[in-house]
């Protein structure tokens, strides 16, 4: 399972977990957490009950704006929730044979083959060749562009989180170090240590995958060498399979492997075909030993070792990227009203049939609607507050709230992906209009529209006008755009 779904069983009294600020009132709202229960803490929170409960209503008439509850579900990623593992056989078959393609692409065999005898005495020598001249210079100098893309049915504002970076330490299993001599890769008792970048889709991963919302494109300009499709896409544990996948090698002889595509989605062009910088290869998909649908990034370099593109204390290489990217970048992917609380599968196979998660999105409602609210992050950790409202036609606040990982009392203080959702009820009366959410985290602000009422009683231009500029702003803010416009620092509008 590779997203851990945890319902709220805590009494309705005790769900506001958020500080909540109003003229002379400051609250803190803590029970015990959803994993594990804190008697002590209960206790407290029980004891305290009845002055709470008074102090809430004096801050909501103080301030005019409604209490928000606390979650109602929440949806985790783990490390190996988007893993992926391959077999020291299965390595070695790649690497035999995208040495044969490079030596037949150089020695301008694809119509003369050689025998196999010849061509394994070329490989070895090619081989040794490479492993006397190993040095970086195309990549070291150009950078590495992002490797991926949003595909124009792609709405929201971020796509992806990383699960795993490239493991440092070569001791197994139980022995890892990320670049940055932290924790965030892995490895396995088979002798595996994580040798790429793990880039998954969130927060619809299964959903994305078959809609082919996101694209993998080529971080550096080179020669496709070697190319796999057809295998299977759905996979959901680690095994044997085959994956889909392309190998492009650089002019300074380093080479990227693009792995888990989707089937069918891989790049037409033949091997020996050259590809540009950002030019598409094929589709994020869950291909060979895969828990879920992700990128595996993975760098070679002219000798065939690893290469792991990012600087830090564990990695004294230089960084690689055109642009570098922080160890931790914290961001709401998505910001989305629904019908229904969201569905998500564990899985994108039950039994034999492909399945996908459910956001049941809706911008549309009537007054005294239930009215679902979920908000997706990546890279979200204890201490990082988001502050919400929602507000009405004349932009006056009809709800508020702070939200903070550390309040729901998980057992670990950072996830790379999380997703939370909150549930409210309009009011009878709420008047007709666009009305907004908005949501400051880390210094970003983000926002979605939705509206109230029957399409008669809306303002159908102003809706309209709203709407194009947000699609406008989307485009323009998500990873991998270069420059970066200035708006995109302050206001992100799905």
């Given at each position: 399972m590779f997203m851990r779904y945890v319902p709220e069983t805590v009494a309705h009294e005790l769900r506001y977990r958020h500080w909540w600020r109003c003229s002379r009132c400051a609250l803190l709202h803590s029970p015990n957490p959803r994993i594990r229960v804190d008697s002590r803490r209960s206790a407290i929170c029980a004891g305290m009950l009845m002055r709470q409960t008074l102090m809430l209503l004096m801050c909501t008439a103080v301030s005019g704006i409604a209490l928000a509850d606390a979650p109602m579900h929440h949806w985790l990623v783990d490390a190996d929730d988007f893993a992926d593992d391959m077999s020291s056989a299965q390595r070695v078959e790649i690497e035999q044979m995208l040495a044969r393609n490079r030596l037949l692409l150089a020695r301008h065999l694809q119509t003369i083959q050689p025998s196999d005898a010849e061509i394994s005495t070329q490989i070895a020598q090619e081989i040794m060749a490479q492993k006397s001249s190993a040095h970086i210079e195309q990549i070291a100098q150009t950078g590495l562009a992002w490797p991926l893309s949003a595909n124009t049915n792609f709405i929201g504002f971020d796509y992806h989180g990383i699960s795993n970076f490239v493991d440092h330490d070569p001791r197994f299993p139980g022995f890892v170090k990320d670049y940055t001599c932290g924790t965030r890769t892995y490895d396995n008792a088979a002798g595996y240590n994580h040798a790429g970048t793990d880039y998954f889709l969130w927060p619809y991963p299964w959903l994305m995958m078959d809609q082919e919302q996101v694209a993998i494109v080529a971080a550096a300009a080179g020669q496709i060498i070697g190319k796999s499709d057809g295998n299977f896409d759905r996979s959901c544990a680690m095994g044997n399979g085959e994956w889909n996948a392309v190998y492009v090698q650089h002019t300074d002889g380093t080479v990227a492997w693009y792995g888990h595509m989707k089937s069918g989605s891989v790049t037409s062009k033949s091997i020996g075909a050259n590809v540009a910088v950002g030019e598409f290869l094929g589709d994020v998909g869950s291909?060979?030993?895969?828990?879920?649908?992700?990128?595996?990034?993975?760098?070679?370099?002219?000798?065939?070792?690893?290469?792991?593109?990012?600087?830090?204390?564990?990695?004294?290489?230089p960084d690689l990227w055109a642009i570098t990217q922080a160890y931790e970048q914290p961001t709401i992917n998505s910001l989305s009203t629904h019908s229904a609380e969201p569905s998500f599968v564990a899985c994108g196979v039950s039994d034999g049939q492909p399945v996908d998660e459910n956001p049941q999105y809706q911008d549309a409602f009537e007054p005294a609607a239930t009215l679902w609210v979920f908000a997706a992050y990546h890279d979200q950790r204890n201490g990082e507050i988001t502050h919400f409202s929602i507000e009405r036609p004349d932009h006056s606040v009809w709800q508020a709230w702070d939200f903070d990982l550390a309040s729901e009392g998980l057992p670990k203080p950072f996830y790379a992906g999380t997703g939370w959702d909150w549930s409210y009820v309009l009011p009878a009366d709420a008047p007709h209009g666009l009305w907004t959410i908005n949501a400051e985290f880390q210094g970003q602000a983000y926002a979605h529209a939705f509206t109230v009422g029957s399409a008669e009683s809306r303002d159908v231009g102003a809706v309209a006008a709203e709407r194009a500029r947000i699609a406008v702003l989307l485009a323009r803010c998500r990873p991998g755009n270069t420059p970066v416009p200035a708006d995109c620092s302050s206001t992100r509008h799905p």
């Open positions: 291909s060979g030993s895969s828990t879920a649908p992700h990128l595996h990034f993975e760098l070679h370099g002219p000798n065939g070792d690893i290469v792991d593109p990012r600087h830090g204390q564990c990695n004294a290489a």
